[in-house]
């Protein structure tokens, strides 16, 4: 979750090899029979460059793809009027399609749950001046809990596992109020941990409680992320619950809460990160909040809990603040990956927090609200140099749902006037969508659990920067059921055709493929030629079967 200041962006790129197809020169005299080549000059129209897929060149198994509840839906759920509450499920979770094809939804394979702090229940006192971001606690002042509590939270997800969703990650950003050493959620103005130094097993104690009482009544949380960028200092101007934490303060508390998780019976695992951007796993260890590949999974680190039980076997970033230039939106991932593969190349990468905030190098802001093709393609660009150049396992998004008029979320809420009245919006509203979910949707509804990334390339274009400005391609397989997946970015602001050298036999004639773009949706169009017509500024996935 993110204070909203000015965060840079980047985009995407990936390295590609170059092979440029035409007609031969020839240097002897021809004669029309002799096709294009004439007076030994060559006239023949330059080919079509190619998609390159290698099936043999098996990258990363990929788990989900994900969103948060916070913070509206603890509103949103308690709307009356249960279409409309079902229409923001649809676009987030929905696997159906419409009558002519098209996707009703992205398909999240993932859903996190915000647990509050208790920063709801003191309202003002919290210090967070905006409600929409105070967030309700299960346990009351006396110790008893309250699970009625985050019911509009729970509605969604209820929703989320009616539609298919089978991973869930519950997340705390900051310890109950009663615990935490200002009394508050919005953490201390310095790196250290807002939580009483004989509060740490109660602290866990609570998480363990909130686990146990869902997985009784029937929803099982995978992952739970106690810690959600420590590298800020969340107390100097409070707009959220949240809590900076030195290395040696989470390891400390993780050595408590894993034993605590497995001695419950829970098979809920420790997603350890959450770090605020892509540097503070490799880097800017200044004080004591970063290299945390090193710091955590380095047997030889005092920090090391690796070995601690119900530890998940990964580390997650954020990937705000190194979204732009295109080198640095390459070069951050890059430095990631190769400190994790020196440290632990077994450990998996997750991003697992984006939206679209602040000043984008001058090119995109965060203010005021725009859903346009530009939004999506940002987006499409910061995933696919996530999957392919840090090799991330899951891609996940901070505000499923906005009621803000800001560029972050993937669906959009107004009030019933189509304004932006949040105390209206907490009883009603009007549900609109963003080129910010379809294009997320081009990766999510067709990238599914399991899935392998596979190698990739585009004949014409061989520098990962150049690529990250005009297409990008990605490619996945399910050796299961033996379908392919491929997604197509193009940034430029004309059509571009490839043709399809997969590499591999098509198992139908039928190439489908589902295009975001300015005028279409996940559009769904089906074609038995291995021509690619990429359309302007647009996002395509493609899908078939091999043999």
């Known amino acids: 979750m993110k204070k909203y200041t000015k965060y840079p962006l980047f985009f995407l790129g990936l390295v590609v090899v170059a092979t440029v197809f035409c007609c031969s020169k020839v240097k002897t ?74 996707p009703k939804g992205i ?24 409600e929409y971001r105070r967030e309700e606690s299960f346990l009351k002042a006396d110790g008893s809990y309250d699970w009625s509590k985050q019911a509009g939270q729970q509605w969604f997800l209820t929703a989320a596992k009616a539609r298919g969703v089978n991973k869930f990650l519950a997340f705390p950003i900051s310890p ?16 250290h941990l807002n939580l009483k130094g004989d509060q740490k097993a109660n602290f866990a104690d609570f998480l363990v409680n909130v686990l146990q009482h869902f997985s009784a009544t029937g929803t099982t949380f995978n992952y739970l992320s106690p810690f959600n960028e420590p590298q800020w200092n969340w107390g100097e101007n409070p707009s959220q619950e949240g809590t900076g934490a030195t290395n040696s303060e989470i390891a400390d508390f993780i050595r408590i809460l894993g034993p605590k998780l497995k001695s419950a019976g829970l098979s809920t695992t420790i997603a350890l990160g959450e770090a ?6 490799d880097a800017n260890n200044s004080d004591g909040r970063g290299d945390q590949i090193n710091q955590f999974f380095n047997k030889s680190s005092a920090n090391y809990i690796g070995d601690v039980p119900s530890m998940e076997h990964l580390i997650s970033a954020h990937s705000y603040f190194t979204t732009c230039p295109n080198t640095d939106i390459i070069n951050y991932r890059m430095n990631a990956l190769n400190k994790k593969n020196a440290v632990d190349p077994s450990l998996q990468l997750w991003q697992s927090e984006f939206g679209i905030l602040g000043d984008i190098c001058g090119q ?28 991330v396992t899951s891609w996940q998004w901070w505000l499923a749902v906005d009621p803000y008029n800001y560029s972050d979320g993937l669906v959009y809420i107004n009030d019933p006037s189509g304004g932006y009245d949040l105390n209206a919006m907490k009883n009603d509203g009007i549900v609109s969508d963003s080129k910010q979910l379809w294009s997320f949707g081009n990766f999510s509804r067709f990238i599914r659990p399991g899935m392998v990334r596979v190698g990739a390339n585009l ?16 490619a996945y397989k399910d050796p299961t059921t033996k379908q392919f997946v491929i997604v197509i970015i193009n940034m430029a602001g004309s059509q571009k055709t ?6 591999f036999k098509l198992g139908k004639p039928e190439i489908t493929s589902y295009v975001t773009s300015a005028t279409k949706n996940l559009k769904k169009m089906v074609s038995t030629s291995t021509d690619i017509v990429l359309e302007t500024r647009s996002v395509t996935t493609l899908t078939g079967t091999y043999l």
């Open 176 to 191: 109950p109020v009663q615990f935490t050493l200002n009394n508050k959620a919005s953490g201390l103005p310095n790196s």
């Open 459 to 474: 004949s014409d274009i061989n520098d990962p920067v150049t690529s990250a400005g005009t297409q990008m391609i990605s």
């Open 364 to 391: 995109l802001s965060g203010f005021p609200k725009n859903v346009s093709i530009d939004y999506g393609l940002y987006v499409a660009k910061v995933i696919h140099h996530d999957l392919t150049v840090a090799n």
């Open 107 to 130: 398909g999240l394979s993932m859903w996190r749950f915000n647990i509050g702090a208790g920063s709801f229940e003191q309202g003002t006192a919290s210090g967070i001046p905006d």
């Open 498 to 503: 490839y043709k399809l050298d997969a590499g």
């Open 29 to 102: 005299e021809t004669t029309p029979d002799k096709g294009c080549i004439v007076s030994g000059v060559n006239t023949c129209p330059k080919a079509d460059p190619k998609i390159v897929v290698n099936f043999s060149e098996e990258k990363q198994t990929i788990h989900s793809f994900g969103a948060s509840d916070a913070w509206s839906t603890k509103f949103i759920g308690k709307w009356s009027d249960e279409s409309k509450k079902n229409q923001v499920a649809d676009y987030l979770f929905s696997l159906e399609n419409d009558s002519e094809g098209n």
């Open 276 to 281: 605020n951007q892509w540097n503070s796993l």
